[in-house]
C-alpha cells in the first residue's frame, strides 16, 4: 500500500503511460495509493486485479471496493458488476508496476540503478558492490535475497525482488532518505511477473546461467530469455551491460553461448558493454592465486592495472570479484578504490561462511573439523563450492545437503553426482520439502549418486572409519548436521549446503526455524567439550 501522497486518475495514468481509457469526469478522480492485494485496499486507492499463478485478484474486487476504493483497474475480460469507477486494460499485470512507479514518482530515476542477475552469486555481488559504493563516497541500498537494507535500516526479505507495489514503496523510502545509488537482485521470477515495470538500470549485472527454476521456465531457453529482459527492456538508453565470462581461458567455455546472446542484444541496443573474465576480457585477472586465506589478483582493466587482496576464497568468487569490478567501472570509479573497497568484505552470510564454536565453549585440546555453511542450491553452485574445498586438501570433504521440494526435479540426481564426484562423505538430508515427502526427494538425489558408484554405509560406519567413502540417508537435517559434525576429525572439512543465511525450514505447509549455522555451531560446542 502507498499512503501519503495523493494524485488525480488522469495524472497517473498519464504519467504511467498506458493505454487505458479513462472517462473524461473520471481524471479528475483523486487516487490516494496503489494496491494489488485487496486486505490493504483502503479509501481513495486504486487497486489492480491481477490473476497471480493461484490466486485471481478479480475475485477480490467487491472486497477491494468495499474497503473504499476509489477505483478499480480489470482485464479486458472481466464482466461483472462494480461499484467503483471500472477501468479496463489488456494485462493488470503488466499495468502494476508502471502505476506503482507512478503513483512515487519514479523514485528510480532519482538514484543509480544497478541490477544483479544471475543463476549464482547475485547475493555475493550485492554486498560486493555495496561496499565499493560505500568506499567511493556513495550512499547505497540494497535489495536482495539476504535483506533490504540501507543506512543502518535493515529488514529481512521475503522474495530476492519485491512485488511490484512493496518494491517502489522501498525504493520512495531509500531516494527520500537520500540513497544514491541501489544495488539490486532481479530474478528471473521477478521479470517474468514484470516485477520490475517501472525501473530502469544504469548498470546491468549478469553473473553467469546453470541449470534451475526448470519447473518455472521450461528449459534453458526460457530460463535464459528472462534474464535476457534485464538488459533489452530495463536498460536505460546510456546504460551499460556487465558480463561475466564462463570458466577458464579460452576455447568453449561453459555458459559462453548465454553471454554471446546476451553481448548480442546489447551490441543491437548500442549499449555499452564491459566483458569480464579469468584470463580474458576487458575487465581481467591477468595473474591469480587462491587458498584458505583468500584471493590474490592482478586485475587488467583497458585503463589500468590494481592488485586485488580478497578474503573470499574460491575461482568462482574471483568471478564474482570480477563482476562487481566491472559494475564500479560503469560507475566511474577508480580501479584502486573499487579494489580496496572489495577487499573490506570479509565474508557474506550463507555463501561459504565459515561457522566456529562459541568463544567460550572449553577447548579440551580439541583438534576440530572445519565447518562451512553455504547456499548452493543447483548443480553449478555445489560443484563450484566442492571445487574450492577440495582445492584446500582435507582430509575428507563431508557433504551435508538436499533438495527443495515444489521444485525442478531434474536438478536433483545432478546434484547427487556432483557431490559424489568431489566428495568422501556424503549425507543426504532434508532441505525444504514443502509438499513432498523428503523420502522421495531423496531418491531421487540418491540415482544420482549411485551412477557414480559410491556407496551407501550406514552413517556410524562412514563416520568411524576415516577413510571411508560413501553415502547414507538422514530425513532429519538436525540429525545429519549431528552426525557430519560429531563424527568429523581434525582436518576433515564439512560443507552443510542448501540453505546458506535461511534461518527456517518449510515442511508442508508450516515455516519452522531452522538455521544452519546455529545447528553447526551447538555441534561444534559439544565436540570440543567431548574431545
Not at 552469486?121 to 556513495?138: D, F, P, Q, S
Not at 570480477?322 to 552470510?349: D, K, S
Not at 557430519?484 to 508450516?510: C, F, M, P, T, W
Request: proline share 3%.
Amino acid at each position: 500500500m502507498m499512503e501519503m501522497r495523493k494524485k488525480k486518475l488522469g495524472d497517473l495514468l498519464a504519467a504511467a503511460d498506458l493505454a487505458i481509457t479513462c472517462p473524461a469526469r473520471a481524471r479528475e478522480v483523486e487516487i490516494s495509493g496503489v494496491t494489488d492485494d485487496s486486505r490493504k485496499a483502503a479509501p481513495g486507492m486504486l487497486f489492480v486485479a491481477v490473476a497471480g499463478a493461484t490466486v485471481d485478484g478479480h475475485r477480490f474486487i467487491n472486497d477491494a471496493v468495499a474497503r473504499g476504493c476509489a477505483a478499480v483497474l480489470a482485464s479486458l475480460a472481466y464482466a461483472e458488476k462494480c461499484d467503483a469507477l471500472l477501468l479496463k486494460v489488456d494485462d493488470t499485470g503488466r499495468a502494476l508496476g508502471y502505476l506503482a512507479a507512478a503513483f512515487c514518482d519514479f523514485p528510480c530515476r532519482r538514484m543509480k540503478m544497478i541490477g544483479i542477475t544471475g543463476t549464482n552469486g547475485k547475493t555475493t555481488c550485492t554486498y560486493l558492490l555495496e561496499a565499493v559504493i560505500r568506499r567511493a563516497g556513495g550512499d547505497p541500498g540494497v535489495i536482495g535475497t539476504v535483506s533490504v537494507r540501507y543506512q543502518g535500516h535493515e529488514s529481512p526479505a521475503a522474495l530476492t525482488t519485491p512485488q511490484p507495489v512493496e518494491l517502489q514503496r522501498i525504493l520512495t523510502q531509500m531516494a527520500d532518505a537520500g540513497v544514491t545509488h541501489v544495488v539490486m537482485e532481479v530474478s528471473s521470477h521477478a521479470l517474468s511477473l514484470q516485477r520490475v515495470n517501472g525501473v530502469w538500470f544504469d548498470v546491468a549485472l549478469f553473473t553467469n546461467l546453470s541449470r534451475d527454476h526448470l519447473d518455472f521456465h521450461g528449459s534453458m531457453d526460457g530460463y535464459f530469455a528472462e534474464k535476457e529482459k534485464l538488459f533489452a527492456s530495463y536498460l536505460k538508453e546510456d546504460g551499460q551491460g556487465v558480463i561475466v565470462l564462463g570458466q577458464g581461458q579460452g576455447g568453449e567455455q561453459e555458459g559462453d553461448v548465454w553471454c554471446e546472446r546476451l553481448i548480442d542484444v546489447l551490441g543491437r541496443g548500442r549499449h555499452v558493454c564491459l566483458s569480464c573474465g579469468i584470463g580474458r576480457g576487458l575487465i581481467r585477472a591477468a595473474d591469480f592465486s587462491f587458498d584458505l586465506q583468500g584471493i590474490r589478483a592482478e586485475i587488467v582493466t583497458p585503463a589500468a592495472r590494481c592488485m586485488l587482496d580478497s578474503p573470499l576464497v574460491g575461482d568462482f568468487n574471483l568471478r564474482n570479484l570480477l563482476g562487481v569490478i566491472g559494475c564500479g567501472t560503469a560507475l566511474g570509479f577508480e580501479l584502486p578504490v573499487i579494489c580496496r573497497g572489495v577487499a573490506g568484505v570479509a565474508g557474506v552470510p550463507g555463501r561459504l561462511e565459515r561457522v566456529l564454536p562459541d568463544a567460550d565453549a572449553e577447548l579440551n585440546g580439541a583438534e576440530l573439523a572445519t565447518v562451512f555453511v553455504d547456499y548452493a542450491h543447483t548443480p553449478d553452485a555445489l560443484e563450484n563450492v566442492l571445487l574450492t574445498l577440495r582445492a584446500l586438501q582435507p582430509a575428507r570433504l563431508i557433504v551435508v545437503f538436499g533438495c527443495g521440494g515444489d521444485r525442478d526435479r531434474g536438478k536433483r540426481p545432478l546434484m547427487g553426482g556432483v557431490a559424489a564426484r568431489l566428495g568422501d562423505v556424503l549425507l543426504v538430508t532434508s532441505d525444504n520439502p514443502r509438499s513432498e515427502p523428503p523420502r522421495q526427494i531423496m531418491a531421487e538425489i540418491e540415482a544420482g549418486i549411485r551412477e557414480e558408484k559410491l556407496a551407501r554405509v550406514a552413517s556410524e560406519l562412514l563416520m568411524q572409519a576415516g577413510s571411508l567413502q560413501g553415502y547414507d540417508l538422514i530425513e532429519e537435517r538436525s540429525e545429519a548436521i549431528r552426525i557430519a559434525i560429531q563424527g568429523a576429525q581434525g582436518g576433515d572439512v564439512v560443507l552443510i549446503s542448501g540453505k546458506g543465511h535461511e534461518n527456517y525450514q518449510i515442511i508442508g505447509s508450516r515455516k519452522l526455524f531452522f538455521d544452519d549455522r546455529e545447528q553447526a555451531r551447538k555441534q561444534l560446542n559439544i565436540a570440543r567439550q567431548a574431545a
